[in-house]
């Protein structure tokens, strides 16, 4: 099933618009059967968030919106999985079309704009799930939400019982507005309230904040600052860029939206090492941004990385890629003849 995955349907996917495309994907991962995925070689284990990662790829947030395949992109050999963003109620999202493949970029554009189910029929869906694999939830706000920060909260209410991590998604470029939560003083209440209903909760959750890679120096020193003293478990970094680099060559390249894929993968790993240098190993880092394959994923690690996150590579490397790069972080953790942990981080100044 994995081969026709990355196969016959691939190539008959990339026919379809790109949204088109995504669901028909969702839809055909819901036909494979339900069955572990292969042991990791122990080399790939990660102990971070209070977690055992049986190795370090990730499936990111954005390509299971409503929780629908999580256990099923957990057969595929990821790591984790983090389902979202999802929104207290159902929204529709920015209108039709609002994805586009650049193919030439090897890159994607999307102004979903949180376009999802809302917390009901994801909650249903990982209430149900076995245990086994680890499942964040990408928690957000409604658009035309009279209180954002509240939105955030509901989420946390919502999933403790469900979710093994929260990812509080400040950073979307597609929901007008969002991004002022990065703000320090409006980050700062954000995440204290977000605290106060994770910590009233039976069981405690990490809590990890997604941000920008559109921020400045002094932009991520108050990211940064706000959330040492607020004492959150780790950061995400990072979301889609709005920016574009003039090597783009596809002619949805000035689309609105947010761009990722391979062009992202030099400034997302620039702010990623920019944030541990800051961070001082207080909480760990996942490094998301332009990953296609096992030299990027090795870059992010050594950028500070101790776990990494995909998706956009998926459209144009099919399922196969988590194989792939895990099979070359190991031939680079034994050719160098260091664990993973030693990896992490040590390029890290080189960036700032």
């Keep these: 099933?994995?081969?026709?995955?990355?196969?016959?349907?691939?190539?008959?996917?990339?026919?379809?618009?790109?949204e088109d495309a995504h669901r028909a994907t969702i839809a055909a991962l819901k036909?494979?059967?339900?069955?572990?995925?292969?042991?990791d070689d122990p080399r790939l284990a990660v102990s971070a968030f209070g977690f055992d990662f049986p190795n370090p790829v990730g499936l990111a947030a954005g390509f299971d919106k409503n929780a629908e395949v999580f256990s099923k992109a957990t057969a595929l050999g990821f790591g984790f999985v983090e389902v979202g963003t999802l929104t207290p109620r159902p929204q529709p999202g920015n209108p039709r079309p609002r994805a586009f493949r650049l193919a030439e970029d090897r890159a994607v554009v999307n102004r979903y704009g949180f376009n999802n189910d809302g917390h009901a029929p994801a909650l249903r869906r990982l209430g149900a799930r076995r245990r086994g694999g680890i499942v964040g939830v990408?928690?957000?706000?409604?658009?035309?939400?009279?209180?954002?920060?509240?939105?955030?909260?509901?989420?946390?209410?919502?999933?403790?019982?469900?979710?093994?991590?929260?990812?509080?998604?400040?950073?979307?470029?597609?929901t007008p507005g969002l991004r002022d939560?990065?703000?320090?003083?409006?980050?700062?209440?954000?995440l204290a309230r977000v605290l106060e209903a994770r910590d009233a909760a039976p069981r405690r959750r990490p809590l990890l904040l997604k941000i920008a890679p559109d921020l400045d120096l002094g932009q991520i020193d108050g990211?940064?600052?706000?959330?040492?003293?607020?004492?959150?478990?780790?950061?995400?970094?990072?979301?889609?860029?709005?920016s574009r680099p003039a090597s783009l060559r596809s002619d949805f390249a000035g689309e609105a939206g947010g761009l990722s894929g391979a062009p992202l993968f030099e400034l997302s790993t620039q702010r990623l090492a920019q944030v541990f240098v800051r961070v001082e190993r207080q909480f760990p880092l996942i490094g998301v941004g332009g990953i296609d394959g096992a030299?990027?994923?090795?870059?992010?690690?050594?950028?500070?990385?101790?776990?990494?996150?995909?998706y956009s590579a998926l459209v144009y490397e099919g399922p196969g890629l988590v194989s792939r790069i895990k099979k070359g972080l190991v031939e680079r953790l034994a050719g160098e003849g260091v664990a993973l942990a030693d990896v992490v981080g040590r390029e890290a100044k080189n960036y700032d």
């Design 31 to 39: 036909l494979l059967p339900d069955r572990p995925a292969a042991p």
């Design 1 to 18: 099933m994995m081969d026709w995955l990355g196969g016959a349907f691939a190539a008959l996917a990339r026919r379809l618009d790109a």
């Design 223 to 242: 990211i940064v600052r706000v959330a040492r003293d607020e004492r959150i478990d780790g950061m995400i970094v990072s979301n889609t860029t709005i």
């Design 181 to 190: 939560l990065q703000e320090p003083r409006a980050l700062a209440e954000l």
């Design 138 to 174: 990408n928690i957000g706000a409604n658009k035309d939400s009279g209180d954002r920060i509240a939105d955030y909260v509901a989420g946390v209410k919502s999933f403790w019982p469900a979710a093994d991590y929260f990812t509080v998604n400040v950073s979307s470029p597609n």
């Design 295 to 310: 030299a990027a994923a090795f870059a992010k690690i050594e950028a500070g990385a101790s776990l990494v996150q995909l």
